[in-house]
């Protein structure tokens, strides 16, 4: 109707003003001065209030309709039922306080029960523990370097940080890229009865998908992206239709001073018996009460 009413107003000025615009090119004499202010033209005013109203309601209804879907969405989310994970890691009150570290051959670890470390694979595919801090030459170079090298230099492999460490909880990150290069991670763990004490996290998702094939029954972590969706979703209050493929929530309260945890994702995750863990919890100085209440634990830099 906005587009009729400007069409009508166009056709009414031209059908006035072309006879002018004729005569003139002709030097044809005016027979009539006709000169209409459209502001004050009843019609005019009529047309365009009509279509604003119109424009208006159609605002309004619109609004409304996607008001009614999300609510839907999000009752029939919460309709949904969630069994916890059937996992010693998961079944228990176990309150988690990993430690995160830089292993070498020349530190004894073994009476830290529960470790967070970062993987890494060399370029003779062997698996090496060092924190991740930013370099990427220094991550370059352990990629593109051999275990011989490394080894000689103190860095610690996954096989011997393993067998010096057996009863400790390990939170490992996986920073490798490339899911091809962990076609030896599966005996490792199994080499070690490890499967029930290594929570895996990756900031990559094929990462995650290809050892979740590789063993579906191990425990996984979130990563940012994960945390980034839900995030959304919350802000459309329909995160309880959000496919949450973690058994833990593994995050920072904060993120570029941007909250990655509200109250309502809280409540959605104790209600699908997943539990959160602080990462990096001293850089979150006065975290909010309805948080340190119910998260299982932390991990401390």
Not at 24 to 42: A, C, G, Q, Y
Not at 138 to 157: A, Q, R, W
Not at 231 to 255: G, R, V
Request: aromatic share 10%; net charge positive; charged share 20%.
């Amino acid at each position: 109707m906005v587009v009729k009413g400007c069409l009508l107003s166009f056709v009414l000025r031209e059908s006035i003003q072309a006879p002018k615009r004729i005569c003139k090119v002709l030097n044809f004499p005016t027979m009539i001065n006709i000169n209409i202010d459209f502001k004050e033209n009843p019609l005019f005013i009529t047309t365009m209030k009509y279509a604003f109203f119109r424009l208006i309601s159609i605002s309004l209804f619109s609004i409304i309709i996607l008001s009614a879907i999300l609510i839907g969405l999000r009752f029939l989310g919460l309709s949904q039922q969630h069994s916890p994970l059937d996992h010693p890691l998961t079944n228990n009150s176990l309150e988690f306080s990993f430690k995160e570290v830089i292993p070498n051959k020349n530190s004894i670890l073994n009476h830290e029960k529960m470790l967070s470390v970062n993987l890494w694979v060399t370029q003779d595919l062997n698996y090496v523990l060092y924190k991740k801090n930013g370099h990427i030459e220094k991550e370059s170079y352990i990629f593109n370097t051999p275990f011989s090298t490394l080894d000689n230099l103190g860095y610690i492999s996954l096989d011997n940080f393993f067998q010096n460490n057996p009863n400790t909880l390990v939170l490992l990150n996986i920073l490798e890229q490339d899911p091809a290069k962990l076609f030896k991670f599966k005996a490792l763990l199994e080499k070690h009865k490890k499967s029930n004490k290594v929570i895996i996290k990756s900031p990559y998702a094929n990462v995650i998908k290809y050892l979740r094939k590789e063993n579906p029954l191990w425990v996984f972590a979130s990563n940012l992206s994960l945390q980034t969706q839900l995030m959304f979703m919350s802000a459309l209050y329909i995160e309880p239709l959000a496919k949450i493929n973690a058994d833990f929530i593994i995050t920072p309260y904060m993120h570029k001073k941007i909250p990655l945890i509200t109250p309502r994702m809280l409540n959605e995750f104790k209600r699908r018996h997943i539990k959160v863990i602080l990462e990096n919890s001293k850089a979150n100085q006065g975290l909010p009460q309805w948080l340190t209440s119910q998260v299982a634990g932390f991990i401390e830099p």
